[in-house]
């Protein structure tokens, strides 16, 4: 905690960045965003397992955009989206100065009262972040079981259902949907600054909250990031109606594994693979 | 109206390859069901899958998306893009617990009248059996 | 009138019966490990172990949509079709802050134009509210001079005496008529269970002063701490629909060829694309803007015209927020800063 | 069962005029002539009209209250509704919710004044209504003077009552293009006006405003540079009028979407004066 | 409301029969918008389209559906009559009620139903379409060659023979390329130098064509019409004008280098022409290897040029021409055959590849013609030849025939046996592919007059034994393990795109494949085009290839370039993507998926030129209109003209039954 402190101080005080954004602790069991632009604000930064935001989400603001350079504390989850935001040039990695943590795992749950380990923790195999600038806290314990697939029991029981009881799973759960867009404004990946629901030439999806805008909305926003999710689970979280909205964009996760062999987050260089194909792409659905 | 209900499907084709093969079962004079709507797209790198959404919940009982076979499109690669489009769709379809068995995708090139005329009518018939998709059609009723 | 008592599991019949009638029924529900009020049917269990639901007893009031124009297309021109009247309301299971939302809310439905969506249900609504039994670090209601047992919004207030049972209060005629004609559900007595703990006012501190607010925000609109209160908001709209006084709205067309509907849906300031013009100007550009307008609509701006705050102090906001914004923390601090006198 | 205040007025198109190549004027009448009898508004209205199908939109009475039976509406083509509005002709239905918002206070503040009206672009649309409604009480007023400026030739709308201003000997007509506008690829020849922008030329005009009324409209921009001017030119901040033109869905101070600080601009406004803008955040 | 006008077509009974065309009018006459709908026997004949004429000026129409064929049969017709009418053409559509629908239906009822609908939603469509305008594109009325083997000479032939100025762009001192290097030529024998000399002359005199050798290309920009081409020419050390090329700087010139024109096999000097035809025949000074620039030290050349031409102290270049067209022919490399340990190449100076034969029994060659093997100058008795040695390997090297082979080795047994007429000339082969004018035919006479003995087989080894070299293989034939005591191995390796050519395909902005051979527009209906606009392929390039194929391509890429740059602008649809700048996140993803480069990163600036944003930017002279782009815009910040979201979800909205 203290190096981050430091850290944070050196690199203000020393004009490398202008913006520290890291995070502070609000409650027992509870952390969120901080903005530190003097060395003396930065006192209050704090890392623990309670620091589950993706801070991401910050650097495609136009005012963080405008600085000379931000830097920005990350778990090594975290820096996966920071890679796909240069991949499709919302940013630079000279213009984000990554303090990278190593990271145990955080928690899940809704605040004030998390209280289970956060499913992407387990099979995470990024908990020592790549590609930072530095990397502060102490080296996560090898200990930690560790599952290298990328399958998940919630996915795989919603697998199980037949398709009318997966149909009637989601528009149940769909049903709840507000349309507040916390998971879209939440999302490091969307940074459309006109998102398709905003659209109405063609209104292709309703902004009211009934079914069918509901359904269209949850639809577009996980196709939109298909191939680019990065499992941060920002969009479940904040979804005051509880929908699990992971389930969604999991099982696009695992489609692009499985057909594309590509896990989006970790390379510089790739393309989003919706954006590129291969000849012999699977299209045994295809007559 | 109060007679036998029948299906309504909208086919999502692109001009160079299912248009013309199309055009073809026209000219061959290949019988099919008259079911289908053809929407005409330069290729089917256009079809949006948004379309396909669009068009099941605006009262279609089935979709046909048909395109240039592999390494046969108009415009090279259009078609490559599109299958992986639509690879990924289908995984988010079928995971929300959509009908997939309403949307049939299909290749079809400027040659294939006969394709393009059966593929119709398995299809009609196909959709004919499992009846008009209500569960789309009630999304858009505005019950509180 | 004597004090009438009314346990869990008869109220639960009275519900829905109700609900089974061309009355609609709101009342709490469990879903996912949260509690929302929501319309029920004649056999939905009801869920009454909860603090606070989720989101707001507005929904029922002020749907997040509904129509308010169906209309017909020929090539004659168009036809309007009205919008059948709307059914009463039996709304269980808000708290005092929420009952009180009720009140200031329909101060602007009412303002000039009788927005009769609105006012026409408000009406027909029978409020049945829970007094706290508990509160969090997010409450603050008693900052804004309200009560965790307070009766402002409701027609009958239910006061807990025991896990199971309350005793009802009808602070209303039509309150009190609800309760005569549902009699047989209501008892004359029963044991109050004196180990059955809950709260009074002074639980929940008063955490600002309400009125240092309003003339602070007033001289200084313009000042930087407005960028360093809301520095963290991704401008979602989370606290705007959770909230029970937040009552912004958008109106759309949903049309086929042949006929449409208009519809009102929530909107909210929040959001970026609230106040975008068709030109792309965006007079609240930037995140900040955009908060700071949430916050002086609700404490300025509203009090100026209407006289009232239009925030109850639940904190549903502060509960919901991704970002970990505070409500109460923010104007903790413009409260302070107004003491200081700093800008 | 109440009233339901969302429910339009149904509008026969009587006339379409094209203004510019993205600026269209409407003539509308009550499809219902009973609801046009009763109905009235005054200078400085406005109202939603619907363009079914697509939505509604928002912009002033551009017509006089002082010519009955008809009310005109110019708009630019920016969006999905005025896109539609755009594709009307004579004798297709539109809707229209209104009059909303307040009024130029021509009785009690304008008469017997000298009156100057300022504008720049699409905004003479909401002075026009004013304009008319002074020109058709003439005699109860001092001087007028128009100043009006647009971009390009191309730019200027009313050009016939541009036209009609100019030849009538009671009015002070000055109008101006932006430089470069007067190109002949605008559709301009031998332009008899002024060259330069809206403020400057306002400076240069002699017009003496001391006990006048100004009503100025244009984009924030012109209003910005111009009311400094009209001040030096001795207007007092509370006579000078302004429209405001917010984003609004419901017109009836509902929906939230023109509230800037304690005014809801429909409710509110659009009429302004300097001194009320003076008071209000910047965010219109 | 926009104002429509409905054509419905009987097509004389083709329609009319299955379709009522009457009621079809009728109905659709009272969807809002429709002010026209009429039905009529042949809209296509000149009285049809005088009604839709006559009706765009009266009833002022601001868009038409014609209801009848398919569009492919009159599209054009119509909207040229639109167009005539005042109509801007892209305002009409037409729906297809004949081949999709009265043609392939019998029952009256469903059919007319389906026509109605059809038409409906071409209707629905229409009153979103916007006017467009064909984009006209000036043309630079000059071209570019790159590649100066017989391909790239005789595509600059043509051109220039079309009256159009070309620049023949060559990487090596001389043009002349592969085909300068061999003996002779399969099926007729000729001496291919004979045939090659004479076009190279009349290249270098055409008045229209400019040969720019040791040249190649750095950087590309522009589009269709409007190329601007940056040339490094790499420093000559010789003043080409002044230079008559007399030779004395070459004799003299103390340094000896292995030539790579002669593969190897010769020497040449420091300061070079490749061979005595080069053209053009002014050497250059290889800096490798001159001992001016290794040891600054000699300086011989320029102290004896008669004319002092030489000077030690020539920059490399870069010169900005501007072209409309370019045709891209550059060549094939053999496979190094470094990778062919099992056939000791490198390790036995007696296994020799293919082109190092033809130089052994070339009469210009090192040795003038006298075949000796390489280690002893001994006259080969035995010679082997390997073929499909990398080709069709797909578990080694390459999976492709290099096509040429088979003829080659054949001509070469030919020559051995011409030079060595009691030698004996063995062919290891998979299958041999003789399928061209007169190739069989060369073949037989290989086999039968010429003695050689084809075994069908795969060699597993060469090894060297005493002075000989023993191939051991297995004839697959008689199934029987073969082993040849040879005195000369020659390996016909696999032709493979040349180092360079990947980063030249990328600078031009046009696709290869996994081989780096070059991608056409289509395998079969666009053969000589790239899938960018204004850039050509010929020869192999583009994939194996024999010489007459590889000058037909030449000569069809000429035609194109020609047919392109004899118009002073080119035109061609309105139909192409548009970007929505204000909600355009430059993320890229149109720019990946655009299967023809047409879009770009454009920079948005502030009024100080401070950069804000970037934003997709689409040249509309490349963008063919395919639409690949749209769906994949999160943001849908581009829109396809002609096929807009909107258009097309008011073809969907047409079928809806919402309410």
Same mark, same amino acid.
């Given at each position: 905690m203290k190096e981050i402190i430091e850290k944070a101080k050196e690199l203000l005080s020393q004009g490398t960045v202008d913006l520290v954004i890291g995070y502070e602790q609000c409650g027992d069991k509870q952390c969120r965003p901080l903005f530190v632009q003097k060395p003396e604000e930065a006192d209050k930064l704090v890392f623990n397992e309670f620091c589950v935001h993706n801070l991401a989400t910050y650097l495609t603001r136009p005012e963080v955009k405008q600085t000379k350079r931000v830097a920005i504390v990350a778990k090594g989850c975290d820096i996966r989206a920071i890679v796909n935001l240069i991949i499709e040039n919302q940013s630079t990695r000279e213009h984000v100065y990554i303090i990278g943590m190593n990271c145990p795992g955080v928690v899940s749950g809704k605040a004030p009262n998390p209280t289970k380990p956060h499913t992407k923790c387990q099979t995470c195999k990024v908990r020592t972040p790549q590609m930072s600038d530095v990397t502060l806290g102490p080296t996560p314990p090898e200990s930690i079981p560790m599952d290298k697939t990328i399958t998940h029991p919630d996915v795989e029981e919603l697998k199980k259902k037949t398709r009318e009881e997966k149909w009637a799973f989601w528009r149940e759960q769909l049903s709840k949907c507000i349309r507040c867009y916390a998971c879209r404004q939440a999302c490091p990946m969307c940074y459309c600054n006109r998102c398709i629901v905003d659209l109405n030439t063609p209104q292709w999806i309703d902004t009211r909250s009934n079914l069918r805008g509901n359904l269209d909305w949850n639809i577009v926003r996980a196709y939109h990031l298909s191939g680019r999710c990065i499992d941060c689970g920002e969009c479940e979280r904040v979804c005051p109606a509880n929908i699990p909205l992971m389930l969604l964009n999991r099982t696009l996760q695992e489609e692009v594994k499985e057909k594309f062999d590509f896990e989006s987050g970790y390379d510089l260089e790739a393309c989003p693979p919706l954006t590129v194909f291969e000849k012999d792409d699977h299209e045994n659905f295809i007559r | 109206m109060e007679e036998k209900w029948e299906p309504t499907i909208i086919a999502f084709v692109c001009n160079w390859c299912t248009y013309a093969g199309a055009d073809l079962a026209g000219t061959s004079r290949f019988k099919y069901a008259p079911n289908v709507r053809i929407i005409k797209t330069p290729c089917t790198g256009r079809i949006d899958p948004m379309f396909i959404l669009s068009a099941l919940e605006r009262g279609a009982d089935g979709v046909i998306v048909s395109g240039c076979h592999p390494n046969d499109c108009h415009y090279n690669e259009g078609n490559f893009n599109a299958r992986r489009k639509y690879i990924m769709f289908r995984a988010l379809l079928t995971q929300l617990g959509v009908d997939l068995d309403r949307v049939t995708f299909a290749w079809c090139s400027a040659s294939e009248g006969i394709k393009f005329a059966g593929l119709v009518t398995e299809v009609t018939d196909r959709i004919r059996k499992m009846g008009p998709y209500t569960e789309f059609k009630q999304l858009n009723q505005d019950a509180r | 009138m004597a004090e009438l008592i009314i346990n869990r599991d008869k109220l639960t019949q009275l519900l829905h019966e109700i609900a089974g009638g061309e009355t609609e029924v709101f009342a709490p529900v469990l879903k996912e490990e949260a509690t929302y009020i929501t319309k029920i049917s004649q056999d939905t269990p009801i869920h009454y172990d909860f603090f606070i639901s989720v989101n707001s007893v507005k929904e029922a009031i002020f749907p997040r949509y509904e129509p308010i124009l169906k209309y017909k297309i020929d090539q004659e021109g168009v036809k309007l079709e009205d919008i059948p009247p709307m059914k009463p309301i039996v709304l269980f299971g808000g708290h005092p802050c929420d009952a009180a939302s009720l009140m200031v809310m329909e101060k602007l439905f009412g303002w000039d134009y009788n927005d009769h969506f609105y006012q026409d249900r408000r009406n027909k609504t029978i409020v049945i509210t829970l007094a706290c039994n508990e509160f969090d670090k997010d409450c603050f209601c008693t900052s804004l001079g309200y009560s965790p047992h307070g009766e402002v919004g409701s027609d009958i207030v239910l006061e807990s005496i025991s896990k199971e049972a309350w005793k009802a209060k009808a602070v209303t005629d039509r309150g009190k008529e609800f309760i005569e004609k549902h009699n047989t559900y209501f008892a004359a007595s029963d044991k109050p269970d004196a180990s059955f703990k809950t709260i009074g006012d002074k639980d929940i501190p008063v955490g600002f002063d309400k009125d240092a607010v309003k003339p602070w925000i007033k001289e200084n609109f313009e000042s930087e701490e407005w960028q360093k209160l809301t520095s963290k908001c991704w401008s979602c709209a989370a606290c705007t629909y959770v909230c029970p006084t937040c009552h912004c709205f958008d109106i759309t067309d949903d049309a086929s060829m042949w006929s449409g509907l208009r519809t009102k849906n929530w909107d909210a300031c929040t959001m970026p694309i609230f106040t975008l013009h068709a030109s792309q100007h965006n007079p609240r550009e930037a995140y900040y803007q955009r908060y700071r307008q949430r916050i002086a609509h609700k404490y300025s701006y509203y009090v100026d015209l209407f006289k009232v705050i239009s925030c109850t102090g639940c904190g549903r906001c502060s509960r919901v927020c991704g970002a970990g914004m505070n409500i109460l923390e923010i104007l903790t601090r413009i409260s302070s800063l107004a003491k200081k006198g700093g800008k | 069962m109440s009233e339901n205040i969302y429910k339009p007025y149904l509008m026969k198109v009587a006339e379409v005029r094209d203004e510019t190549p993205d600026i269209k004027t409407l003539k509308l009448e009550f499809q219902n002539p009973a609801e046009g009898e009763t109905f009235s508004f005054k200078a400085g209205q406005f109202g939603l009209y619907s363009a079914f199908g697509a939505g509604e939109s928002t912009f002033c009475i551009a017509s006089a209250p002082t010519r009955k039976g008809y009310i005109e509406c110019t708009f630019r083509v920016a969006g999905r509704v005025t896109s539609q509005l755009r594709d009307v002709n004579p004798g297709d239905t539109i809707g229209f919710r209104g009059p909303y918002g307040n009024t130029f206070p021509i009785e009690e503040k304008f008469f017997g004044k000298s009156i100057t009206f300022v504008a720049g672009g699409i905004a003479l649309p909401p002075v026009r209504c004013v304009i008319w409604n002074v020109l058709d009480l003439r005699d109860k007023f001092k001087d007028i003077n128009i100043v009006y400026g647009a971009k390009t030739y191309q730019d200027l709308v009313y050009k016939d009552e541009l036209q009609q201003w100019q030849d009538a000997k009671d009015i002070n007509l000055i109008k101006t293009l932006d430089p470069g506008g007067d190109k002949a690829e605008y559709g301009c020849n031998n332009w008899d006006g002024k060259m330069g922008f809206v403020p400057t030329v306002l400076k240069e005009s002699g017009i003496n405003g001391k006990g006048g009324i100004a009503v100025l409209c244009g984009p924030p921009i012109m209003i910005k540079l111009s009311l400094p001017v009209l001040v030096e030119l001795g207007f007092a901040k509370e006579d000078i009028y302004t429209t405001l033109e917010n984003k609004m869905k #419901? !017109?009836? !101070?509902? #929906? !939230?979407? #023109?509230?800037?600080g304690s005014f809801y601009v429909c409710k509110h406004g659009p009429v302004l004066t300097a001194a009320d803008l003076a008071t209000m955040p910047d965010e219109f | 409301m926009a104002k429509i006008g409905v054509f419905v077509c009987w097509c004389g009974s083709n329609i009319a029969e299955t379709v009522d065309v009457k009621r079809a009018a009728e109905t659709i006459a009272k969807i809002p918008g429709v002010v026209y709908s009429v039905d009529y026997k042949y809209m296509c004949s000149d009285p049809g389209q005088d009604m839709v004429k006559n009706a765009i000026k009266e009833y002022n129409l601001t868009g038409v559906v014609v209801a009848s064929c398919s569009p492919r049969m009159h599209e054009k017709t119509f909207r040229k009559a639109a167009s005539e009418a005042g109509l801007n053409p892209y305002m009409l559509e037409m729906a297809n009620i004949r081949e999709h629908c009265s043609w392939v239906h019998d029952n009256k009822e469903e059919a007319t139903q389906k026509a109605i609908d059809l038409i409906r939603m071409m209707v629905e469509k229409v009153k979103r379409n916007k006017p467009l305008q064909n984009i006209k594109i000036p043309v630079t009325k000059k071209a570019l060659v790159i590649g100066g083997g017989v391909t790239g000479i005789q595509a600059a032939l043509d051109i220039a023979a079309g009256g159009i100025p070309v620049i023949l762009l060559e990487r090596e001192p001389s043009i002349g390329g592969h085909m300068s290097m061999l003996d002779e030529t399969f099926p007729t024998l000729d001496c291919s130098q004979c045939i090659l000399t004479p076009k190279m002359v009349e290249v270098a005199q055409n008045p229209l064509v400019t040969i720019m050798t040791y040249s190649e290309l750095e950087k590309l920009e522009g589009f269709i019409g409007n190329f601007k081409a940056t040339i490094k020419k790499k420093a000559r050390h010789v003043n080409v004008e002044e230079c008559t090329g007399c030779g004395t700087c070459w004799t003299k010139c103390p340094t000896k280098v292995t030539s790579e024109f002669e593969q190897g096999l010769g020497i040449r000097k420091a300061i070079y022409i490749p061979f005595p035809q080069a053209i053009p025949s002014r050497p250059v000074i290889d800096e490798a290897n001159c001992m001016k620039f290794t040891q600054n030290r000699c300086g011989i050349c320029a102290k004896i040029c008669p004319k002092q031409c030489i000077s030690y102290d020539d920059k490399e270049e870069f010169i900005e021409i501007e072209v409309g067209s370019i045709v891209v022919a550059t060549g094939y490399d053999l496979m190094p055959t470094s990778a062919f340990g099992e056939y000791g190449y490198g390790k036995y100076p007696d296994v020799v590849t293919s082109l190092q034969f033809e130089r052994m029994v070339c009469a210009s060659g090192p040795t003038l013609g006298d075949l000796q093997r390489p280690s002893d100058k001994k006259k080969p008795k035995t010679v082997v030849f390997i073929q499909c040695v990398g080709s069709r390997d797909p578990e080694h090297h390459k999976a492709y025939c290099s096509k040429i082979c088979c003829m080659y080795t054949a001509k070469q047994t030919m020559l051995y046996r011409h030079k060595v007429h009691d030698g004996n000339a063995y062919v290891f082969y998979i299958d041999i592919r003789s399928n061209g004018k007169n190739y069989e035919e060369f073949l037989r006479r290989a086999q039968e007059e010429n003695k050689a003995q084809y075994i069908r087989g795969r060699v597993s080894m060469v090894y060297q034994d005493g002075p000989d070299l023993v191939v051991e293989g297995a004839d697959t034939l008689t199934n029987s393990q073969v082993r040849i005591r040879a005195d000369l191995v020659v390996l016909a390796t696999a032709m493979v795109s040349p180092i360079g050519v990947k980063e030249l395909a990328q600078k031009l902005g046009i696709g290869y494949d996994q081989h780096g051979f070059l991608t056409e527009a289509h395998p079969k209906l666009r053969p000589v085009e790239s899938a960018t606009a204004g850039i050509f392929l010929a020869g192999c390039a583009i994939s194996p290839r024999d010489i007459p194929d590889s000058v037909s391509e030449a000569s069809g890429a000429a035609a194109k370039v020609l047919g392109m740059l004899s118009k002073d602008e080119l035109e061609k649809e309105g139909v192409v993507a548009i970007v929505r700048e204000c909600s355009c996140t430059g993320c890229q993803n149109c720019i990946r998926v655009c299967p023809f480069t047409a879009i770009a990163l454009k920079d948005i600036r502030d009024k100080a030129g401070n950069l804000i944003r970037q934003v997709a930017n689409v040249n509309p002279g490349l963008c063919t209109g395919c639409g690949t782009c749209t769906p994949t815009c999160p943001s849908r910040s581009i829109d396809l003209q002609g096929f807009t979201d909107e258009e097309i979800f008011a073809e969907i909205n047409a079928m809806a039954e919402l309410h």
């Open positions: - | - | - | #419901c !017109g009836l !101070g509902k #929906c !939230g979407r #023109c509230n800037v | -």
